[in-house]
């Protein structure tokens, strides 16, 4: 059972979200400011938190900025009143993994929890090749070595930017299976290397769909085929 931490200063909403968590078999804990949730979070293990910014005292933004120095990995959701898209982006590059504006749909905010938890634990790209062990990944005529980062196709050096890597990376690690959208942009926001001439890649949904794009391409003259799986994701043949 998951257990999440609940930052808001909202006694109502709080012991509603509270119940709620609780009838879909989640632990709760609560916290009413920065201070309490940081204390909180120095003493029990959480697997992830719902955090509103307007908190009293410090803002939540700063519990944010803290978490993510202080807890590798830890899932954040921005549950807010603030609705502006300045505020939005700047969540976004802070660190938080999703982000809510009130006031919100329960469904929604708990299929999206759902996902950011599960996401969680999902093997980053650049994870995923360490965690079967292996160095390189042979499917027909493509081999990957992810030592060096690189792919061939029947013996052709594959013309590979960080981002298309990274992304054939992870679907050969999951061959034959679905790759969400959702697992690859939080497996970039997890990697967030820089294409060539931009300062940081981007992690909008239609970015994706330019990458699956140009690897299709690339993998045209192979009998691998990258399958739009519709309203799920991505997925790569088995040769």
Not at 65 to 83: F, K, N, Y
Request: hydrophobic share 45%; with cysteine; aromatic share 4%.
């Amino acid at each position: 059972m998951a257990t999440i931490l609940i930052v808001e200063d909202d006694a109502l909403l709080l012991d509603a979200l509270s119940g709620q968590l609780q009838q879909l078999q989640f632990g709760v804990c609560t916290a009413c400011s920065v201070a309490e949730a940081k204390t909180l979070l120095q003493t029990q293990a959480v697997d992830g938190i719902i955090l509103d910014l307007g908190l009293p005292g410090a803002d939540g933004m700063d519990l944010l900025t803290w978490a993510r120095s202080h807890i590798a990995g830890l899932p954040v959701l921005i549950l807010t009143a603030r609705d502006g898209v300045d505020d939005r982006v700047r969540g976004l590059n802070a660190g938080a993994d999703d982000y809510i504006t009130k006031p919100f749909n329960m469904q929604e905010l708990q299929a999206r929890l759902q996902a950011m938890l599960r996401r969680a634990r999902q093997p980053a790209f650049t994870q995923a090749s360490s965690a079967a062990g292996a160095q390189h990944t042979t499917l027909g005529p493509l081999v990957l070595d992810h030592t060096a980062q690189t792919a061939a196709l029947n013996g052709d050096t594959l013309d590979l930017t960080q981002r298309e890597w990274e992304l054939l990376a992870l679907l050969a690690h999951r061959v034959g299976e679905v790759v969400t959208r959702d697992d690859v942009l939080a497996a970039w926001r997890a990697s967030p290397a820089a294409e060539p001439g931009q300062a940081a890649a981007p992690l909008a949904s239609n970015a994706l769909e330019v990458y699956v794009h140009r690897l299709r391409k690339k993998l045209d003259s192979s009998p691998l085929a990258i399958r739009n799986i519709r309203g799920l994701g991505y997925m790569l043949n088995k040769p």
